[in-house]
């Protein structure tokens, strides 16, 4: 036999252990490496600190003790992220749970495949009685087969035909394969004849012809009276119970549909008799889909109380059905939806097919669903209809606008508004949309046409005409098959399958019987018959004290369970014997009780209903005929009631579940509330901007912008609006409340896993005793610690949100400050506290439970309110020391770029000096002069130029600064701000300021001119575009820059050059041709140009400057080649 | 063997910036091979080349003596040294906030560091030199000492 293979097999028993080790001792080697890097670190930093860095020497030593530091502080990253990592998997390998998880991993998946869908369907839908439920079906099953196999065994008659048959089947292999005369043959054919000679004896006796084959006459008029035989000789009761119980269900399934169409008899007027056509019709349409024949039955009733006729009915059935399918939606809201849209559009019952594959075409289609459809063709379909338009149409003007951003219930609206405009103004929506589209203000147009309100939803739909033309078509015209198609989608899940099952089998047992018919007849007289003899019995049984005392202790099960734990009576017992009918009725008061009771007692009732119907069902294996049938009813009548209980356990959960809903948001938008202050006064303001801006707005683009931010704005306000109401006491309550619940159900599970996998454990017999043992007591440990978790977690949450709680009542509670300032110190100091009490309550809580995993979590909280008992000192210093930080960084700097504009200035003085000379020169009439004259005047201007880009520089860095220490003073969080490096970098960029500049560039965004945001000083001049445009040069139609003003100016103001030229960017320096368009007489020119050029050859020309940069090697070399000046800046080494 | 001091003091090699050639003082500086000091072409063993170092040393400091270092050349060192102490404090402290300091210390640097190009050969720079002197320079004969004064000349105005 193959060995199990089992998780030692694959896993060494020390694994764990090992692993943890070897990972401390790795943690250990990391922290050694760290405290080097510090002392690494302390060393450098000292060598930094102590040069003087007036030598080589000195240099070189900070440099290399830069580099270490550099190297150190990689190394030390390194060490810490492998920390990091390291503490994770060590707390994973720690864990105990692992080790057991890995236990009891393979003992699961053993088990798991028996009740894996089990499983799943109650863990996803049912609560813990579900669960139960599930469970008992599972054990009456097993009982049940138990019985019949017991019985079977014990039935000596069943034994004796079950050899008699083996015999003959033996003798008739033998004989084929060996021949009549074989000896092995004879010998198995007097076998068979003496065990068949015994039976037939026994069938002659009790006049029983099965096995008197050839004797069919005899047979058959023995039947009666082997019946009757059966019957008197005490087999009646067990005979009629397993009938009646066979055909329970069915027959309550014919019952109830039965019922419903003796209702549409009456809402209709016709004879029951006269619906068979509408009960097949009603069968076919369930027994192909998840919806039950009874709940098709009711919705033919819906449809006829909507004025229905029987034929309408019948064309609307299986649309319907398959929308509320394919929509997610019940049959009756189904049935509501289409039923008004054929009205709408005026269409009949004929139409319903096809409107219904419309509908689905556009949920499939579109991010609309059935709730949103329904909402806008409520408010437009009957208005579109009077424009003319389809249901595709209409659908997929929706479906643009939800697309578009406008919710389908104000698309809509809107929409239905618009049109009812449109007919006023007989204009259809085609025609409205090709004016507004034709139209040079766009907006104008679509506001007359469509309404100030509406005007957006006119212009998207102006714009996506041909978009909303083509999903039109698909819808209208191309929709043929989609319900089907969707619908099928949702019948492929497996929920749906089962459901699918059920309905094929309801659908089976209507078609053998439709509850008016003889089947049924009889099924109520056998039920009635059943119930009279188990009256009978009962009171029989009870008189002569013939039951045990479990039994009568068993029929008293239910009274009890009520009696002693919920206190309230009941008359359960004694309905037990009054019929279904009684037992029904008693149940339902029942599950109305207990619905009354507190969450404790509930399930404290249901777990002993539940350990009452188990005890039946073990007294069931052993139970005599008669103590079979009281018991069955009881555990019938508990089913029945747990049954109940789920139902309105289920009503109350949903109502609880919307009340928590409603609570916990009003919860939330209560801490918003007092958490942020003021903040309806500022989403007031955000929805009163927006209505600003819209009315400034100029564009169709922006305005559409604009009213899509101004719906949710306006959204977001009413929300705000509307949950101010709720109190923090109530919100407290149901929030600790709701932990509680949460904790308990989770724990309650985790219970019923667990006693359910000790179960397979001690059941599988592949397993040996000590590792069973092993397993259960782990289990029993893993319990217990889950149970320990979640309740610290319950506790924690409950601190956590005390704290909360606390802030929030502080923040509501603002009065008494008589400045914003106070307010805000006030607030540091109780939040401090508030936290302060947060961490010492976990503190404490965690210690009372003195657990191993949770020193860790010890350790931190103490260190964390050691650290907040000194923030607020700490706090300040370390603002203090980035403040101080910020502040030297900045001044460093600006000294530094000082010193670089002031070197500029100095060679702009003695350029200024070099000029002036030069001119008197110039104006003498030397003009060998001119060339440095020009040479100078060029140097000015690149030097000029430095001089702006240092300033600009200095004025981003200043900008920068200026940012960081804004966020500086920010101390309610200085630490993650100043840590977001890249928005502060944004925030530079952002607020930088410039000393003028040649192009404010491309479009902005800031108005509908593509305006932009910039920061001028005092005394700046800023040019309009137009008046640039008058500057431009006429040669090149160029806009001038600033620089090329400056020239002109210069050289207009200096008087050298007033009347003979005018500067050209595009030579630099002059332009003979300008000379011509300005209309000066060329020979003086040309004169006076020779007389320039021979100066020029005259002098030595100065060829330039070098300036030396010994922090970036740099050598930078401004030299002139004719007229053309360069500049060239390259590394010194 | 190590020389002795006497020894060493007959060593034909250059000890100022006086006589050091302009070339020489470029070469170094691009392959910091102080062997270059040397006069004549000798075989050398460690102890000679330590003595070269100093005697590089000795120069360079005279160099920062005569011309001193400019003002960018210490603010960009003191930029490093900064930096470097806000390394040593995270290493040493863990506190997060020196990370947000030290990025901020090293986009300084970088940013002071853009727009360098090529370097320039000091051939080209000489032949520019001259031409604003007027007269030619020569990379073999020209002292550091000179070739530095008519730097700051030039660039003085």
Same mark, same amino acid.
Request: aromatic fraction near 6%; charged fraction near 30%; glycine fraction near 6%.
């Given at each position: 036999?193959?060995?199990?293979?089992?998780?030692?097999?694959?896993?060494?028993?020390?694994?764990?252990?090992?692993?943890?080790?070897?990972?401390?001792?790795?943690?250990?080697?990391?922290?050694?490496?760290?405290?080097?890097?510090?002392?690494?670190?302390?060393?450098?930093?000292?060598?930094?600190?102590?040069?003087?860095?007036?030598?080589?020497?000195?240099?070189?030593?900070?440099?290399?003790?830069?580099?270490?530091?550099?190297?150190?502080?990689?190394?030390?990253?390194?060490?810490?992220?492998?920390?990091?990592?390291?503490?994770?998997?060590?707390?994973?390998?720690?864990?105990?749970?692992?080790?057991?998880?890995?236990?009891?991993?393979?003992?699961?998946?053993?088990?798991?495949?028996?009740?894996?869908?089990?499983?799943?369907?109650?863990?996803?839908?049912?609560?813990?009685?579900?669960?139960?439920?599930?469970?008992?079906?599972?054990?009456?099953?097993?009982?049940?087969?138990?019985?019949?196999?017991?019985?079977?065994?014990?039935?000596?008659?069943?034994?004796?035909?079950?050899?008699?048959?083996?015999?003959?089947?033996?003798?008739?292999?033998?004989?084929?394969?060996?021949?009549?005369?074989?000896?092995?043959?004879?010998?198995?054919?007097?076998?068979?004849?003496?065990?068949?000679?015994?039976?037939?004896?026994?069938?002659?006796?009790?006049?029983?012809?099965?096995?008197?084959?050839?004797?069919?006459?005899?047979?058959?008029?023995?039947?009666?009276?082997?019946?009757?035989?059966?019957?008197?000789?005490?087999?009646?009761?067990?005979?009629?119970?397993?009938?009646?119980?066979?055909?329970?269900?069915?027959?309550?399934?014919?019952?109830?549909?039965?019922?419903?169409?003796?209702?549409?008899?009456?809402?209709?007027?016709?004879?029951?008799?006269?619906?068979?056509?509408?009960?097949?019709?009603?069968?076919?349409?369930?027994?192909?889909?998840?919806?039950?024949?009874?709940?098709?039955?009711?919705?033919?009733?819906?449809?006829?109380?909507?004025?229905?006729?029987?034929?309408?009915?019948?064309?609307?059935?299986?649309?319907?059905?398959?929308?509320?399918?394919?929509?997610?939606?019940?049959?009756?809201?189904?049935?509501?939806?289409?039923?008004?849209?054929?009205?709408?559009?005026?269409?009949?019952?004929?139409?319903?097919?096809?409107?219904?594959?419309?509908?689905?075409?556009?949920?499939?289609?579109?991010?609309?669903?059935?709730?949103?459809?329904?909402?806008?063709?409520?408010?437009?379909?009957?208005?579109?209809?009077?424009?003319?338009?389809?249901?595709?149409?209409?659908?997929?003007?929706?479906?643009?606008?939800?697309?578009?951003?406008?919710?389908?219930?104000?698309?809509?609206?809107?929409?239905?508004?618009?049109?009812?405009?449109?007919?006023?103004?007989?204009?259809?929506?085609?025609?409205?949309?090709?004016?507004?589209?034709?139209?040079?203000?766009?907006?104008?147009?679509?506001?007359?046409?469509?309404?100030?309100?509406?005007?957006?939803?006119?212009?998207?739909?102006?714009?996506?005409?041909?978009?909303?033309?083509?999903?039109?078509?698909?819808?209208?015209?191309?929709?043929?098959?989609?319900?089907?198609?969707?619908?099928?989608?949702?019948?492929?899940?497996?929920?749906?399958?089962?459901?699918?099952?059920?309905?094929?089998?309801?659908?089976?047992?209507?078609?053998?019987?439709?509850?008016?018919?003889?089947?049924?007849?009889?099924?109520?007289?056998?039920?009635?018959?059943?119930?009279?003899?188990?009256?009978?019995?009962?009171?029989?049984?009870?008189?002569?004290?013939?039951?045990?005392?479990?039994?009568?202790?068993?029929?008293?099960?239910?009274?009890?369970?009520?009696?002693?734990?919920?206190?309230?009576?009941?008359?359960?017992?004694?309905?037990?014997?009054?019929?279904?009918?009684?037992?029904?009725?008693?149940?339902?008061?029942?599950?109305?009780?207990?619905?009354?009771?507190?969450?404790?007692?509930?399930?404290?009732?249901?777990?002993?209903?539940?350990?009452?119907?188990?005890?039946?069902?073990?007294?069931?294996?052993?139970?005599?005929?008669?103590?079979?049938?009281?018991?069955?009813?009881?555990?019938?009548?508990?089913?029945?009631?747990?049954?109940?209980?789920?139902?309105?356990?289920?009503?109350?959960?949903?109502?609880?579940?919307?009340?928590?809903?409603?609570?916990?948001?009003?919860?939330?938008?209560?801490?918003?509330?007092?958490?942020?202050?003021?903040?309806?006064?500022?989403?007031?303001?955000?929805?009163?901007?927006?209505?600003?801006?819209?009315?400034?707005?100029?564009?169709?683009?922006?305005?559409?912008?604009?009213?899509?931010?101004?719906?949710?704005?306006?959204?977001?306000?009413?929300?705000?609006?509307?949950?101010?109401?709720?109190?923090?006491?109530?919100?407290?309550?149901?929030?600790?409340?709701?932990?509680?619940?949460?904790?308990?159900?989770?724990?309650?599970?985790?219970?019923?896993?667990?006693?359910?996998?000790?179960?397979?454990?001690?059941?599988?017999?592949?397993?040996?005793?000590?590792?069973?043992?092993?397993?259960?007591?782990?289990?029993?440990?893993?319990?217990?610690?889950?149970?320990?978790?979640?309740?610290?977690?319950?506790?924690?949450?409950?601190?956590?949100?005390?704290?909360?709680?606390?802030?929030?009542?502080?923040?509501?509670?603002?009065?008494?400050?008589?400045?914003?300032?106070?307010?805000?110190?006030?607030?540091?100091?109780?939040?401090?506290?508030?936290?302060?009490?947060?961490?010492?309550?976990?503190?404490?809580?965690?210690?009372?439970?003195?657990?191993?995993?949770?020193?860790?979590?010890?350790?931190?909280?103490?260190?964390?309110?050691?650290?907040?008992?000194?923030?607020?000192?700490? +706090?300040? @210093?370390?603002?203090?020391? =980035? %403040?101080?930080?910020?502040?030297?960084? #900045? !001044?460093? $700097? /600006?000294?530094? +770029?000082? @010193?670089?504009?002031?070197? =500029? %200035?100095?060679?702009?003085?003695?350029? #200024? !000096?070099? $000029? /002036?000379?030069?001119?008197? @020169?110039?104006?003498?009439?030397?003009?060998?002069?001119?060339?440095?004259?020009?040479?100078?005047?060029?140097?000015?201007?690149?030097?000029?130029?430095?001089?702006?880009?240092?300033?600009?520089?200095?004025?981003?860095?200043?900008?920068?600064?200026?940012?960081?220490?804004?966020?500086?003073?920010?101390?309610?969080?200085?630490?993650?701000?100043?840590?977001?490096?890249?928005?502060?970098?944004?925030?530079?960029?952002?607020?930088?300021?410039?000393?003028?500049?040649?192009?404010?560039?491309?479009?902005?965004?800031?108005?509908?001119?593509?305006?932009?945001?910039?920061?001028?000083?005092?005394?700046?001049?800023?040019?309009?575009?137009?008046?640039?445009?008058?500057?431009?040069?006429?040669?090149?139609?160029?806009?001038?820059?600033?620089?090329?003003?400056?020239?002109?100016?210069?050289?207009?103001?200096?008087?050298?050059?007033?009347?003979?030229?005018?500067?050209?960017?595009?030579?630099?320096?002059?332009?003979?041709?300008?000379?011509?368009?300005?209309?000066?007489?060329?020979?003086?020119?040309?004169?006076?140009?020779?007389?320039?050029?021979?100066?020029?050859?005259?002098?030595?020309?100065?060829?330039?400057?070098?300036?030396?940069?010994?922090?970036?090697?740099?050598?930078?070399?401004?030299?002139?080649?004719?007229?053309?000046?360069?500049?060239?800046?390259?590394?010194?080494? | 063997?190590?020389?002795?001091?006497?020894?060493?003091?007959?060593?034909?090699?250059?000890?100022?910036?006086?006589?050091?050639?302009?070339?020489?003082?470029?070469?170094?500086?691009?392959?910091?091979?102080?062997?270059?000091?040397?006069?004549?072409?000798?075989?050398?063993?460690?102890?000679?080349?330590?003595?070269?170092?100093?005697?590089?040393?000795?120069?360079?400091?005279?160099?920062?003596?005569?011309?001193?270092?400019?003002?960018?050349?210490?603010?960009?060192?003191?930029?490093?040294?900064?930096?470097?102490?806000?390394?040593?404090?995270?290493?040493?402290?863990?506190?997060?906030?020196?990370?947000?300091?030290?990025?901020?210390?090293?986009?300084?640097?970088?940013?002071?560091?853009?727009?360098?190009?090529?370097?320039?050969?000091?051939?080209?720079?000489?032949?520019?030199?001259?031409?604003?002197?007027?007269?030619?320079?020569?990379?073999?004969?020209?002292?550091?000492?000179?070739?530095?004064?008519?730097?700051?000349?030039?660039?003085?105005?």
């Amino acid at each position: 036999m193959a060995k199990q293979v089992t998780n030692k097999d694959i896993f060494n028993d020390d694994l764990f252990t090992k692993t943890v080790d070897e990972a401390k001792k790795l943690k250990k080697v990391l922290d050694e490496l760290e405290k080097g890097f510090i002392e690494v670190a302390k060393a450098q930093q000292k060598i930094v600190n102590s040069q003087d860095n007036k030598s080589l020497d000195s240099i070189q030593k900070t440099k290399n003790a830069v580099k270490e530091l550099n190297e150190t502080e990689k190394a030390s990253l390194k060490i810490q992220q492998q920390k990091k990592s390291l503490a994770v998997q060590l707390k994973i390998a720690n864990s105990e749970a692992n080790k057991q998880n890995v236990q009891n991993k393979l003992l699961i998946q053993e088990q798991i495949k028996d009740v894996k869908n089990l499983e799943k369907a109650k863990l996803k839908n049912l609560g813990v009685i579900k669960k139960t439920t599930a469970e008992i079906n599972k054990e009456i099953a097993a009982a049940k087969k138990q019985r019949k196999s017991t019985a079977d065994s014990a039935n000596a008659f069943k034994v004796l035909t079950k050899q008699v048959n083996s015999a003959q089947s033996r003798f008739k292999r033998l004989a084929a394969q060996y021949g009549e005369t074989d000896d092995r043959t004879q010998k198995a054919l007097s076998t068979f004849r003496r065990l068949d000679n015994q039976l037939r004896s026994i069938n002659k006796t009790a006049r029983d012809g099965r096995r008197d084959v050839g004797r069919y006459g005899l047979a058959l008029s023995n039947v009666g009276a082997s019946l009757k035989s059966l019957v008197f000789a005490g087999g009646v009761v067990g005979a009629i119970r397993g009938v009646g119980r066979a055909i329970g269900d069915a027959f309550e399934r014919v019952r109830a549909f039965d019922k419903e169409l003796q209702n549409i008899s009456g809402v209709t007027g016709i004879a029951r008799k006269d619906l068979k056509s509408l009960e097949k019709s009603i069968i076919d349409v369930a027994g192909s889909s998840i919806k039950t024949s009874n709940e098709v039955a009711q919705l033919a009733s819906t449809l006829f109380t909507l004025g229905n006729s029987e034929r309408e009915v019948k064309l609307l059935l299986k649309p319907v059905n398959d929308l509320s399918i394919a929509l997610g939606a019940t049959s009756e809201e189904a049935a509501d939806f289409l039923g008004q849209t054929l009205n709408a559009f005026g269409k009949g019952a004929d139409s319903g097919q096809e409107f219904a594959d419309i509908i689905a075409n556009v949920r499939t289609s579109t991010s609309l669903d059935f709730q949103r459809i329904k909402d806008a063709l409520g408010f437009v379909a009957p208005t579109a209809n009077a424009l003319g338009l389809s249901l595709g149409t209409v659908s997929a003007q929706i479906g643009v606008l939800q697309d578009n951003g406008i919710k389908a219930a104000r698309a809509g609206r809107l929409l239905n508004t618009s049109f009812a405009r449109l007919i006023e103004k007989g204009l259809t929506l085609d025609e409205a949309l090709l004016k507004v589209n034709s139209s040079q203000d766009k907006v104008a147009t679509s506001v007359d046409l469509f309404g100030k309100e509406s005007f957006t939803l006119g212009l998207i739909l102006a714009d996506n005409v041909d978009k909303t033309a083509a999903l039109a078509n698909e819808f209208d015209n191309l929709s043929e098959g989609s319900l089907k198609t969707l619908t099928d989608e949702q019948l492929k899940s497996m929920d749906a399958q089962l459901k699918i099952l059920d309905s094929t089998y309801e659908k089976f047992i209507l078609n053998i019987e439709n509850g008016n018919g003889v089947i049924s007849d009889i099924f109520k007289g056998f039920i009635k018959g059943a119930i009279d003899a188990v009256d009978r019995i009962d009171k029989l049984s009870v008189s002569l004290g013939n039951f045990t005392k479990r039994t009568i202790g068993a029929r008293a099960g239910i009274i009890s369970t009520f009696e002693d734990i919920s206190g309230f009576q009941t008359d359960i017992g004694l309905a037990l014997s009054k019929g279904n009918e009684a037992i029904e009725k008693e149940t339902d008061r029942i599950a109305k009780e207990f619905v009354t009771k507190d969450r404790k007692t509930q399930r404290t009732i249901a777990d002993n209903l539940v350990n009452r119907i188990r005890e039946d069902i073990k007294s069931l294996k052993g139970a005599s005929v008669a103590e079979g049938i009281i018991l069955e009813r009881r555990i019938g009548a508990n089913q029945l009631l747990i049954s109940k209980l789920e139902i309105v356990n289920d009503e109350v959960k949903e109502g609880t579940d919307v009340l928590n809903l409603n609570t916990g948001a009003t919860n939330k938008n209560e801490k918003a509330k007092t958490g942020l202050t003021g903040v309806i006064e500022k989403q007031s303001k955000a929805v009163s901007d927006l209505n600003e801006k819209i009315k400034r707005a100029s564009t169709e683009e922006l305005v559409i912008k604009l009213s899509l931010e101004l719906d949710d704005e306006k959204e977001e306000l009413d929300r705000l609006n509307r949950i101010v109401n709720s109190s923090l006491e109530e919100a407290q309550k149901i929030e600790i409340d709701l932990i509680e619940d949460q904790t308990e159900k989770r724990i309650a599970l985790e219970e019923l896993k667990s006693k359910k996998l000790i179960k397979q454990i001690q059941s599988n017999s592949r397993i040996e005793q000590s590792v069973k043992d092993d397993l259960i007591r782990s289990e029993d440990e893993r319990l217990i610690k889950f149970t320990e978790d979640q309740e610290i977690k319950k506790l924690k949450s409950a601190i956590d949100f005390e704290a909360d709680l606390a802030r929030a009542e502080f923040e509501q509670k603002r009065t008494g400050f008589n400045t914003q300032e106070e307010f805000e110190e006030e607030k540091a100091e109780q939040f401090k506290a508030i936290k302060r009490n947060q961490l010492q309550a976990e503190l404490d809580l965690l210690k009372f439970s003195g657990r191993e995993e949770d020193e860790l979590r010890v350790a931190q909280l103490k260190a964390q309110l050691e650290g907040l008992n000194d923030i607020g000192k700490g +706090f300040e @210093k370390l603002k203090g020391t =980035i %403040g101080d930080v910020v502040q030297v960084i #900045g !001044e460093v $700097i /600006d000294d530094a +770029f000082d @010193k670089r504009i002031a070197k =500029i %200035g100095e060679q702009l003085d003695k350029t #200024g !000096e070099n $000029i /002036d000379r030069l001119r008197t @020169k110039a104006n003498e009439g030397q003009l060998d002069s001119e060339e440095s004259l020009a040479f100078e005047q060029k140097q000015e201007i690149e030097l000029a130029r430095q001089q702006e880009r240092e300033q600009k520089r200095q004025a981003r860095t200043q900008a920068f600064f200026s940012v960081l220490s804004s966020f500086q003073s920010n101390d309610g969080n200085l630490t993650k701000t100043i840590a977001d490096i890249s928005v502060l970098r944004a925030l530079a960029g952002g607020l930088t300021a410039f000393d003028g500049v040649d192009d404010t560039g491309p479009r902005g965004d800031v108005d509908s001119k593509g305006g932009k945001i910039w920061t001028l000083h005092p005394n700046e001049q800023v040019h309009s575009l137009r008046d640039r445009k008058d500057m431009k040069d006429p040669n090149t139609g160029k806009l001038r820059s600033r620089n090329e003003l400056k020239d002109i100016v210069s050289l207009h103001d200096s008087g050298l050059m007033n009347d003979l030229m005018k500067h050209d960017g595009s030579n630099e320096f002059m332009n003979p041709s300008a000379f011509v368009l300005n209309g000066m007489d060329t020979s003086k020119i040309e004169s006076k140009l020779d007389k320039l050029n021979q100066s020029i050859k005259s002098i030595q020309p100065i060829t330039g400057s070098v300036e030396i940069n010994e922090a970036k090697k740099i050598i930078q070399y401004t030299y002139k080649k004719g007229n053309r000046v360069t500049k060239e800046v390259s590394k010194l080494f | 063997m190590k020389k002795s001091g006497k020894e060493y003091q007959n060593f034909n090699c250059f000890r100022s910036i006086d006589d050091l050639p302009i070339k020489v003082w470029f070469n170094i500086h691009k392959n910091g091979d102080y062997r270059l000091l040397l006069k004549d072409i000798i075989t050398i063993d460690e102890n000679d080349f330590e003595y070269l170092y100093e005697c590089w040393q000795i120069i360079y400091n005279e160099y920062i003596e005569m011309f001193g270092l400019s003002d960018e050349f210490l603010d960009d060192l003191n930029n490093q040294i900064q930096l470097a102490n806000y390394k040593a404090e995270f290493i040493i402290s863990g506190d997060r906030y020196l990370r947000t300091l030290i990025k901020i210390e090293e986009e300084k640097i970088e940013e002071d560091l853009k727009g360098t190009s090529k370097p320039m050969e000091l051939e080209m720079l000489l032949a520019k030199m001259s031409k604003y002197y007027g007269f030619k320079l020569e990379s073999k004969e020209l002292t550091v000492v000179q070739y530095y004064s008519y730097l700051n000349s030039a660039n003085n105005g």
